[in-house]
Nanobody, 126 residues
Framework: VQLQACGGGLVQAGGSLRLSCAAS????????MGWFRQAPGKEREFVAA????????LYADSVKGRFTISRDNVKNTVYLRMSSLTPDDTAVYSC????????????????????WGQGTLVTVSS
């Protein structure tokens, strides 16, 4: 499985971006997906996760109400809509997939995910 994230860029504070993560190699329609981010000099942190069928989502407190994770299983793609961005959101954003199909619990730790994309840089200017 290969994950390709895109959509990052430079945006002013208060702006919005939508990240996409397209999977290839096989369908991930049975697998939970997540987004993580890593800011310069900081550890990777959980951002959001979505159930295999999109029926449940989970967010880090720092992005709740501002970010929305969604997926299109026909396109084998997961999205992260980010709004009201602040400089604290500046980071490399990576998508990841849980290899266990139909897992009930959404993971918030990197160890839960087995397949990772290369990341896309989001820079928010003040």
């Amino acid at each position: 499985v290969q994950l390709q994230a895109c959509g990052g860029g430079l945006v002013q504070a208060g702006g919005s971006l939508r990240l996409s993560c397209a999977a290839s190699g096989r369908s991930l329609s049975m697998n939970n997906m997540g987004w993580f981010r890593q800011a310069p000099g900081k550890e990777r942190e959980f951002v959001a996760a979505v159930w295999w069928n999109g029926g449940r989502t989970l967010y880090a407190d720092s992005v709740k109400g501002r970010f929305t994770i969604s997926r299109d299983n026909v396109k084998n793609t997961v999205y992260l809509r980010m709004s009201s961005l602040t400089p604290d959101d500046t980071a490399v954003y990576s998508c990841a997939a849980d290899q266990v199909p139909f897992r009930q619990q959404l993971g918030t730790t990197a160890s839960r995910y087995n397949y990772w994309g290369q990341g896309t840089l989001v820079t928010v200017s003040s």
